[in-house]
Nanobody
Framework: VQLQASGGGLVQAGGSLRLSCAASGSILSVSEMGWYRQAPGNMVDLVAFVKDDGTTKYAEFVKGRFTMSRDNAKNSAYLQMNSLKPEDTDVYYC??????????????WGQGTLVTVSS
């Protein structure tokens, strides 16, 4: 399963960006799609995810500013980022979990997309 992420860029503080992530390949089902961002120590922090039933979860530092959505028919997810702050500057990674057409679980990561917020 491959993920194609897009939508990063440079924006001024207070501005908006929309990240997109599309999954392709032999997909039977997608249970969860989410966005993470780079953290110290080669780790990633959860930003937000959306489950196949529409349930969403957000990190505290983005609540009220970011909105996660998905298009199940397109195996795509979107992160609308509003009221961006300089501290949101980071590399954002798309993550998708589900089952392949052969029934095996998958947990795929997209290439990072850089979000830069200037003050």
């Amino acid at each position: 399963v491959q993920l194609q992420a897009s939508g990063g860029g440079l924006v001024q503080a207070g501005g908006s960006l929309r990240l997109s992530c599309a999954a392709s390949g032999s997909i039977l089902s997608v249970s969860e799609m989410g966005w993470y961002r780079q953290a110290p120590g080669n780790m990633v922090d959860l930003v937000a995810f959306v489950k196949d039933d529409g349930t969403t979860k957000y990190a505290e530092f983005v609540k009220g500013r970011f909105t996660m959505s998905r298009d199940n028919a397109k195996n795509s997810a979107y992160l609308q980022m509003n009221s961006l702050k300089p501290e949101d500057t980071d590399v954002y990674y798309c993550n998708t979990r589900g089952r392949t057409s052969t029934g095996f679980p998958f947990n795929s990561w997209g290439q990072g997309t850089l979000v830069t917020v200037s003050s």
